[in-house]
């Protein structure tokens, strides 16, 4: 697949290992975008350790991770990270939240320091760079992977990411909190005429309201946003913990009766961009 995503933790919050928890999976965001070959990260929650352990048998020696921020579903999974004790490995890790916090790098390393962790950063043998930015700006990963930001809504900030590759789009949001009735704009210019949007979907509307202040949204919001931006296909993401698999089939059901476009993302799923109409 020329341009491909696959999901390696579909989870928010913390990770669940239960018999309930089987068809969608328990591991925390990660996910990661392939574009001809050059494979990149998003996030690194639990999901990724699975995925070092694939990249290390597959022979990559270069790549990305782009982190939407720092809370710890999306980096505990990071000291897992087998190629990152790898010296032929070659390592970007991107943050957009914290110019004014000190710098990925730091916060990383803090993760990773006594007594929170024995192992320290400094252990890690690739050969790694840490960048800051700022949300909203772009870049590009590779001379045809390019990369647009935005800040989102969520409590120590957080960034969403458009990666666009041959034509094609893949619009990252999580976790961001909407105000009912006001779309977010920053969301609606990122994911304009993308063809998947990967969206925040932790609550149910029923839920969201005794949730205010949290950092995340629903699938329904998400259906708005991308009915209003002309987006090809919707994945529902970063499930809530006590959201089982049989809760989960239901949003599946409900979603689908709403927009067609819309699918539950489950943990080992891969997306083919250019065969989206493929997705079960």
């Known amino acids: ?92 890790i991107m943050a957009g939240h914290l110019t004014d916090k000190g710098g990925i790098q730091q916060i990383l390393s803090a993760q990773m320091d006594n007594p929170m962790f024995p192992v320290p950063l400094e252990a890690m043998m690739a050969k790694t760079t840490f960048t800051d930015f700022s949300p ?36 990252y949001v999580t976790d961001t909190e909407h105000i009912p009735g006001k779309p977010d704009q920053n969301i609606l210019n990122l994911i304009e005429g993308a063809d998947l949007v990967i969206y925040d979907s932790t609550y149910t509307e029923e839920q969201f309201t005794g949730k205010i202040g949290w950092g995340h949204s629903t699938w329904n919001e998400g259906v708005r946003l991308c009915k209003a931006a002309n987006v090809k296909r919707l994945a529902i993401f970063h499930h809530d913990p006590d959201h089982q698999d049989d809760f989960m089939d239901d949003i599946g059901k409900l979603s689908r009766a709403e927009w067609d476009g819309c699918f539950v993302s489950r943990e080992g799923m891969a997306i083919d961009i250019n065969n989206l109409e493929d997705i079960d």
């Not at 999306?74 to 070659?90: E, S």
């Not at 666009?164 to 789009?169: C, F, I, P």
Request: net charge neutral.
């Open 1 to 92: 697949m020329a341009f491909s995503v696959k999901f390696w933790g579909v989870r928010g919050s913390i990770a669940c290992a239960t018999p309930n928890h089987m068809r969608y999976g328990g591991n925390t965001s990660c996910i990661e975008v392939s574009c001809n070959g050059y494979r990149l990260i998003l996030d690194a929650g639990t999901g990724i350790r699975q995925l070092g352990n694939d990249m290390q048998k597959s022979g990559a020696s270069e790549f990305h991770i782009l982190l939407t921020h720092t809370h710890w579903d999306h980096i505990n999974g990071f000291p897992f990270f087998v190629p990152a004790y790898n010296k032929d490995m070659n390592i970007e």
């Open 136 to 171: 909203g700006d772009t870049f590009n990963l590779t001379s045809d992977v390019h990369v647009k930001t935005a800040p989102l809504n969520h409590p120590n900030g957080a960034t969403a990411y458009r990666i666009e590759h041959d034509g094609k789009a893949i619009v």
